[in-house]
């Protein structure tokens, strides 16, 4: 869609918003972003998941922000399609860098990760409720057919026999402990790096793009987080909301993993499966649910 700067004016102008304003870095590829000093304008592209998401945030983010959850201010939401043919919403602008484009040390990433645990864990147990009468939040949840999902790999010789036995065997110890004492939450469902602001110095100034949210298990808003940001985020959250997640996290983690890698895979072809890294992190979980036992 084409956005010639009278257009983008006309958005602003017509919520009252005036002033220079200049386009921003998109960290995905389903919104175009213009800025000014205090406002951001989300305009959908093209991309399929474009329309969806605007409108699965305007009703999730203002939840996640009446609940005390670090997010930016929802300004407006225009989908009366006047001026573009495509609804489009004006944030509050927050001030801060993309903690996927920062070079923080380790220590001050970590401080990042664990505060965006203590985020997660006031969104978990603090919204009870989201009125949706037009039906637009997401339905977090993964195919838990894992099986399927490595056998058609090796079919298509993406991922060799050996290795998919190894999967296997890990997946078959880990799956007695994924569907046990889950309390549905209402989770983001797209927590990683790029959704993550914060300061130079460390701090979680705002977690950004609900356009995946709605009801799901919480141990979804951990899954595509790095794998050195998971434990720090883990005694964040525990420090906020102990036990909330439930029996054995991380073996729901994993597992959601390890679905999330498969499905890369086969979707981006010459893409394959970091098996030491995912083994390693299965591993982890099972070492967690026999130390427990």
């Known amino acids: ?21 200049e386009s921003l870095t998109s960290t ?118 894992v099986n399927a999902a490595i056998r058609r790999l090796v079919e298509a010789k993406r991922l060799d026999t050996l290795a998919a036995d190894q999967l296997r065997r890990l997946v078959e110890e880990l799956r007695p402990h994924i569907a046990t004492g889950i309390q549905t939450r209402f989770i983001h469902d797209d927590i990683h790096p790029m959704n993550v602001m914060c300061s130079s110095e460390g701090e979680v100034l705002a977690i950004i793009d609900w356009g995946d949210a709605g009801w799901g298990d919480p141990t979804l808003d951990f899954v595509a987080m790095p794998d050195a940001a998971i434990r720090p985020a883990l005694e964040g959250y525990e420090a906020v909301a102990p036990g909330s997640l439930g029996e054995f996290p991380r073996a729901r983690i994993a597992w959601n993993r390890l679905i999330d890698a498969l499905e890369d895979c086969w979707e981006t072809p010459g893409q394959s499966v970091d098996l030491a890294a995912t083994r390693a992190f299965l591993r982890s979980a099972l070492i967690q649910i026999r130390s427990a036992g």
């Not at 990433?109 to 603090?126: F, I, M, N, S, T």
Request: proline share 8%; aromatic share 6%; glycine share 8%.
């Open 28 to 145: 995905g590829v389903a919104n175009r972003i213009f800025g000014t000093e205090d406002v951001v304008l989300r305009v959908a592209t093209d991309h399929p998941d474009g329309l969806v998401d605007a409108r699965t945030e305007s009703v999730a983010a203002p939840v996640a922000r009446a609940a005390g959850v670090l997010t930016p201010r929802l300004l407006a939401f225009d989908d009366t399609r006047t001026l573009v043919n495509r609804p489009f919403p004006l944030w509050e602008r927050v001030h801060g860098e993309t903690l996927g484009s920062t070079r923080l040390p380790p220590s001050s990433l970590a401080r990042v990760w664990q505060g965006v645990g203590r985020e997660l864990a006031k969104l978990h147990v603090r919204v009870s409720d989201c009125a949706d009468p037009q039906r637009y939040l997401d339905d977090p949840a993964r195919d838990q057919d």
């Open 1 to 21: 869609m084409d956005l010639d700067p009278e257009l983008i004016e006309a958005m602003f102008a017509k919520h009252g918003v005036s002033g220079p304003w």
